[in-house]
Every structure is written in C-alpha cells, then in structure tokens.
C-alpha cells in the first residue's frame, strides 16, 4: 500500500460536458474514521477531488464479497463539501471508482453515525434490499403466481415466408443475381434475444393495475452476454414477478429462425406479451411477496 | 492454512523475446468469479506505457456505469475504473487511442438495450483515459452489432472508424461510422459500405484497419446463403470475404469505393468466395464450449499503406478453419494462404514497424481439451515462429453465458513491440502458462487456488490477460 502517496495536482480544466454525464447510484456504504487527508492507498490515482485516506469500520450496505473491506483501508474521493479531519468519523455513502491493489471510491454523501452495527449479513441483506427497492419502484406492475405455458413469443414470427437453403450458383455475379430479391426478413445477431412469453396465472398484484386471471410476460430465452442473466421461465415456476410494460413488438431484434423451429413441432406462438422481464431482479421467489409488498407500498 | 503468493513463471525461450503475460483482475478482486470474455486492448502510440483494456467485465458495485481496465506501467499493473456509461456492464466493447494527444475512443453496446431488445451502439470519447468520469458520448444509435473502433490522427485531427453490423437497416449491414475530426457530438455518419445484394445480412464482423497516410480499409463477410436453423444451433452462412478501401479516409459521397471487384466492377474486392461457416446460438453443445460466428481480422503495414493482411475462418469440411492472406497492392490481388489453420478461432492480425506480422489465435487442442492461446509471428509470411502464451482447460470453468472466450482476442502493434489481449481459464497452475504469468489477484499456485483478500478460496473462472512480446 502506498501509504501516503502523493495527491497529483490538477492540470488544465476539464472537458465540459465530460463530467456532468456520470450517473453513478449510491452503492457501497459503509462508516469509517479518516486517518490521513491529501493521501491515497494507491500511487498514481488521477485529480478527483480531495483524496483521504479511510478505513472501513463497518460496512452497512454493498454486495456479499465487499463486506470484507471492514478493517481495510481505503482511498475516498471527496465530492462533497464536509469538513473532514483526522479521527473524524462519518457513514460514507460511495460509488465505485478504481479497484487495483487497494480500493478508490467516490464520496455521494457523508453523514452522522446513526447507530452501531453488528450483524455481520446485514450489509449484503441491506444492499440486496436497496437494489430490490429501486427494481420495485421502477416496475409498471408486480404480480404473484404461477407459470403455465411458455411458448415463441410473436415477435418471433417471420415476415416472410420460410426459406429453403440457397446454395450458392456460379460466381458473384451470378450469384448477385440469385440473391437479388430476397423475402425480406430481419438480420440475425449473436444477441437475439430469442423471445419466449410465458403466460402467468395471477393470484396477487402488489404493485399496479392488472385486472386479469393471467398475465402473458416475455423474456429472453438467449444466454448471450446481453440477456443470460434475466430470469428464464418454465411452466411450473412460482413466485414474484416485477414486469415492465412491452412496446409494440414489430421492430423486435431478430429470432427469425427460432419461430421456424417452434413452428414445426407444432407449437403456435403465444398472444401479445403485456409485460417483459429486463433485470435478474425481476423474478423473485415466492417468500419474497411479502417483502415486495412493503417495498412497493414504500415506493408508492 | 491459505498463503499468499504471487510468483512469476518464465521460461528461458519467453525471456529471450521478452515476453510479459498478466492476468489483469486486481487484487482487491481477488474474490471474483466473472465470465471476463471478450477482451480488447488500446495502447496509447503516444506514450506506449498507457493502456486500456476491456472484457465483460461487471462494475464490482453495480451502479450506472461500466469499468475498463486501465494500466499506467506498460501493463505491469491493471485498475478496474468505472468510467464507461452502460449501466454495470457493456455488450460488446472496443478501443483505440488516437495517433496523438492520448485520447481514448471506444465503441460499445451499452446497457440497457432498446426497449424491444436492440443492440444500443454508443461511440465515446474521453481526453483522460484515467479519469473517473463518465466517458463523453458522441453518438448513440439502435441495431448495430459488433462495433469495432480504430483511429489515427492525421493534421492533428482524430479519425475514428468504427466498423459495424447494422441490423437496424434491411439486407446490406455491413456499415463504417465515419468521423474525420472526432472532437464533436456530430462528427459522425453512417458509411454503408456493401454494395451487394446479400442473403439478409453482413457480418457479424465488420473490421476497419487505418493507415497514417489517410488509407482506410474494412473487411467484412458478405452473406450470401444459408443452410439449418439458428434456434436449432446448426445455421450454416455460406459468405465471400470482402474487403472495400478509401484512400482519402472516408471523405467524400461515395466513400469505401476504390477497391473494385473485376469480376462484377462493384466495390469491394472478393478476397475469397463461397467460404462457410458456422452461426451459433450458443456454445452449449459445441466443442470448447465456444460459439463460432465467423472471424474476420485484417492489419495493414505502416512501412506501406498498399501492403495488407487478411486472415477469416471457414469450414474445410467440419474443421473451422482459419486462413491468413496477404496483398501487396491495395486489396488487388491477393497470395494464396500464408496460415492454415485448424480448430483455431478469435484470430487477429497486427505488422510492426519493421514489417513484421503477428498472428494471435486461440486454437482447440488436445482432443478439444485446451484452448491454447498461440502469437505466431514472421518477418517474410513464410517463416513463422509460433509463442504459446496459454494452454488452458477448455472444460473449467463450465461457461455462464455466450461467448465463453469472446467473439474476440485482440493485438496490435506500437513501433516494433506486440501487444495483445486474450481470454482464458485462469485455473492456477503455471504449467498453463508457458511463457510465464503474473496474477494481480491472489493465487496459491502451489496448491492450485484462488483465493479472496480472506483468504478464502475462489472458483476457477474466464479472466483476461494482457501480453507484450518485443521483437
């Protein structure tokens, strides 16, 4: 650790427009005493603001591998104006910046200690709840139930009529030639998502409006880095869904070929999707509804 | 009892071309597990000990923005900074310095996609590549796929050429979004540069190469048939590689138009006809656990804009195979295969100063065990000397999603020295590494774990790593 490490000064000004354009959310809170001002855990660490170094009483709020920065010491980036001194102690509410041999983050906010912490599951329980309450509050609808179909969702419905293969004929202008006029279909891509809805029977809606026995919800059956992390359904499946409202589906990515091989094992494509899962978030289990129910009413 | 240590392996044939292998997640890190596929890779001409890199890399906080790596020591030592704006992670992401100046140019598709699944292009900008701020975005469109930047300053201007698979127009993809001075919002504009009837569709990969005298190439698959089904996992392109050139850097009306092809006088020469490929899904079910898509790779020598290399991967019956070619007029004609190559995928292309040329490729091997990461490099296009910087299991980790290497390996070259970039398992055990490895992250390579700052131990994963060969 490069305690002590030099602050660089700020040379020239910034790019306008450069820095208004972060949007970075509270995400890493923790409380911590100051130990050294105009100091960095890390050598080299660009003009940010007054640096200092803190170390990690107690963390409050991050995801379940961060809770082990208790007892570290850190290098903050100060953006507010809070009067800091050595031996001051504060809860810090941070944003990421650099992680490397040590770790850098951004000050949002820092404020009074309010009370002693103890639990050691409470931070990562605490950011989990922090990350649920924003995906409560952005969903259109939360519904209780049970899936009991999936099948293509429209959208994956060819606008042309199926294709044989085409072998290639001649050289490239004949070959031009052979392709001249192709049905019109949309290109594929690695990132299809490969639409599915699953149609869901309603029991209960805790956020929303949503006046039927069931509800028809899509979601991305790809695996690509795009989509593998929102939730695949499959009949049978219970719990708390967190839907967003679909837009008109014409313009859908994609999934030509997926309709072509649904089609021939006899399977018809699913009504309209209402609604569509976008965050690994957006599908919770059931002993969750009751916790869901609070966020949302929270949110309201 | 866990114990710490961070050992560097090299053998004596690495010492003597001086080769430098780093796994780039930090230490603080240590307790990560991502699937860090995809890797990229910018060193800035400038000042050749900055670098940024790229994967698919999660920020460790989640948040609204996207982390790179970043090293300031000629890539000794690597940060995760989260200065990308895409909300925790990119899609698809690529970099490039400008010739001059130090300025970081990116192309990525961001999070969140569209509302109905479209890719998000996003083209950035930042003047310090260190800086925690958001990058500057310079131009957002809906559909593209696989954006690929260079740049190269010219008059003191920063071009910037970001070649992409547009799905968002209808048939002729293949596309370049061209800026000649990439300081503002709107310097940039759409270059469709196919002109071709096609089977739906280029790509996925459209590649641009770019050369100090204003010379631009681009090289791409031109879909031509198909055969199976992509649900299915068994579509099949069968495609020519093309290559279009502007010898004035895009300017102009028509630009991509001054390589004709004789036989049909269209723009863009057919470099090779009728090549297939394979188009996955997914990589369940596939050897290697990779998906193939195509491969598309293209360099062109600094000593002469008119000197150019193209390397693409087809089928030789059910191998995937890939194939180096190379021009000494502009794209005109063409050699007969320089490589061949089976079983090899993710293959990129870079010539030095002196001429010299590199071939990275990550290749299936040992009955589809190991992916073994080969930099083969040549003075004359005959001769070559083959480097394995990884051997590593093609079995562990089980991937958590597609791609599980990346569409892409990357290297590029700075005066004489190669740099580059590839992905791997990076199960802890030295004999993987032939060429000698450093982990940032904490390993205990004698008992083969990773392990947390806690020492707790961590499951193997897909972790990038940088390398530098001086030649």
Same mark, same amino acid.
């Given at each position: 650790m490069a305690r002590g490490t030099s602050v660089p000064r700020r040379r020239g000004r910034t790019q306008a427009g450069e820095r208004a354009a972060s949007g970075a959310e509270p995400t890493l809170v923790f409380t911590g005493t100051v130990r050294?001002?105009?100091?960095?855990?890390?050598?080299?660490?660009?003009?940010?603001g007054a640096l200092a170094i803190v170390r990690v009483?107690?963390?409050?709020?991050?995801?379940a591998p961060l809770?082990?920065?208790?007892?570290q010491d850190v290098t903050l980036a100060r953006g507010d104006r809070t009067r800091w001194a050595v031996g001051d102690q504060f809860t810090f509410d941070t944003a990421p910046w650099v992680f490397g041999e040590s770790v850098a983050l951004r000050v949002l906010r820092t404020s009074a200690i309010a009370a002693p912490h103890r639990d050691a599951h409470a931070a990562p329980r605490a950011h989990a709840d922090r990350v649920l309450q924003k995906h409560v509050s952005d969903a259109d609808v939360i519904l209780s139930g049970r899936v009991v179909d999936v099948r293509a969702a429209?959208?994956?419905?060819?606008?042309?009529p199926t294709r044989e293969t085409r072998p290639r004929a001649g050289g490239p202008v004949a070959h031009a030639r052979a392709v001249?006029?192709?049905?019109p279909r949309r290109p594929i891509s690695e990132?299809?998502?490969?639409w599915r809805a699953a149609t869901i029977a309603v029991d209960?809606?805790?956020k929303g409006r949503h006046g039927q026995a069931q509800a028809v919800v899509r979601f991305p059956a790809s695996r690509d880095v795009a989509w593998w992390r929102v939730p695949k359904l499959k009949p049978g499946d219970e719990g708390v869904w967190l839907l967003h409202r679909t837009e008109p589906?014409?313009?859908?990515?994609?999934?030509v070929r997926a309709k072509r091989t649904l089609r021939a094992k006899g399977r018809p494509a699913a009504p309209a999707a209402e609604y569509q899962l976008v965050h690994p978030e957006d599908f919770q289990p059931r002993s969750q509804l009751a916790t869901v129910k609070a966020l949302a009413k929270r949110s309201r | 009892m866990a114990t710490r240590t961070r050992r560097t392996s090299r053998t004596a044939a690495s010492t003597a071309t001086a080769v430098r292998v780093v796994n780039l997640i930090p230490k603080s890190l240590s307790y990560e597990s991502e699937q860090d596929s995809e890797p990229n890779l910018a060193v800035?001409?400038?000042?050749?000990?900055q670098m940024a890199a790229s994967a698919f890399?999660?920020?460790?906080?989640?948040?609204?923005s996207a982390p790179i790596f970043l090293s300031g020591d000629g890539g000794r030592t690597w940060r995760l900074n989260?200065?990308?704006?895409?909300?925790g992670e990119t899609q698809d992401i690529t970099l490039a310095f400008s010739g001059r100046g130090g300025t970081l140019y990116a192309g990525i598709l961001s999070r969140?996609?569209?509302?109905?699944g479209e890719t998000r292009l996003r083209i950035l900008r930042t003047?310090?590549?260190?800086?925690p701020a958001a990058m500057t975005v310079l131009r957002t469109r809906l559909g593209p796929d696989q954006p690929f930047v260079q740049a190269v300053t010219i008059g003191g201007r920063d071009r910037v050429y970001v070649g992409t698979n547009?799905?968002?127009?209808?048939?002729?993809?293949?596309?370049v979004e061209v800026a000649?001075? #990439? +300081? @503002? =919002?709107?310097a940039f504009r759409s270059a469709r540069i196919e002109t071709r009837a096609t089977d739906g569709q280029d790509g996925p990969q459209v590649r641009p190469a770019c050369h100090p005298d204003g010379t631009v190439y681009v090289g791409y698959a031109a879909w031509r048939g198909e055969r199976g089904d992509f649900d299915a996992n068994t579509l099949v392109i069968s495609a020519d590689i093309v290559l279009v050139r502007d010898d004035k850097g895009? #300017? +102009? @009306? =028509?630009?991509?138009?001054?390589l004709v092809d004789p036989?049909?006088?269209?723009?863009?020469?057919?470099?090779?006809?009728?090549v297939s490929f394979p188009f996955h899904s997914?990589?369940?079910?596939?050897p290697g656990q990779q998906r193939l898509g195509g491969d598309l790779t293209l360099a062109v020598d600094p000593r002469s804009s008119r000197r150019v290399y193209l390397a693409w991967a087809d089928l030789q019956g059910d191998v995937y195979t890939t194939h180096l070619r190379r021009s000494e007029d502009g794209g005109a004609t063409w050699s007969p295969d320089l490589r061949v190559i089976a079983h090899a995928t993710n293959a990129s292309l870079a010539v030095n100063r002196k001429g010299h040329v590199a071939l990275l490729y990550q290749a299936l091997e040992g009955n589809a065990a190991r992916w073994v990461t080969h930099l083969e490099r040549t003075t004359d296009g005959s001769t070559w000397s083959d480097l394995v910087l990884a051997q590593a299991p093609?079995?562990?980790?089980?991937?958590?999603?597609?791609?599980y290497l990346g569409d892409y390996a990357h290297v590029l070259a700075v005066g004489s020295t190669f740099y580059g970039i590839f992905s791997a398992?990076?199960?802890?055990?030295?004999?993987?590494?032939p060429s000698g490895v450093t982990y940032?992250?904490?390993?205990d390579f004698a008992n083969h774990r990773l392990l947390a700052t806690d020492g707790s131990v961590v499951p193997t994963s897909i972790d990038p790593f940088f390398f530098r060969v001086a030649d």
């Open positions: 050294e001002l105009g100091a960095a855990t890390m050598p080299d660490l660009p003009h940010a009483d107690h963390v409050v709020s991050a995801p809770r082990g920065l208790a007892g429209p959208e994956e419905e060819p606008p042309g001249a006029a192709p049905p990132h299809d998502p490969r209960d809606v805790a589906p014409q313009r859908a990515t994609g999934g | 800035n001409p400038a000042q050749p000990t890399t999660p920020n460790p906080l989640g948040g609204e989260a200065s990308v704006p895409s909300r969140p996609p569209g509302t109905r003047s310090d590549y260190r800086s547009d799905t968002a127009v209808d048939s002729r993809t293949a596309t000649l001075s #990439a +300081g @503002t =919002r709107k895009g #300017a +102009g @009306t =028509r630009p991509f138009r001054a036989s049909d006088r269209r723009a863009g020469r057919l470099v090779a006809t009728d997914s990589g369940e079910g596939v093609a079995d562990d980790p089980p991937a958590q999603f597609d791609p398992s990076n199960a802890p055990y030295l004999e993987h590494f940032q992250r904490r390993v």
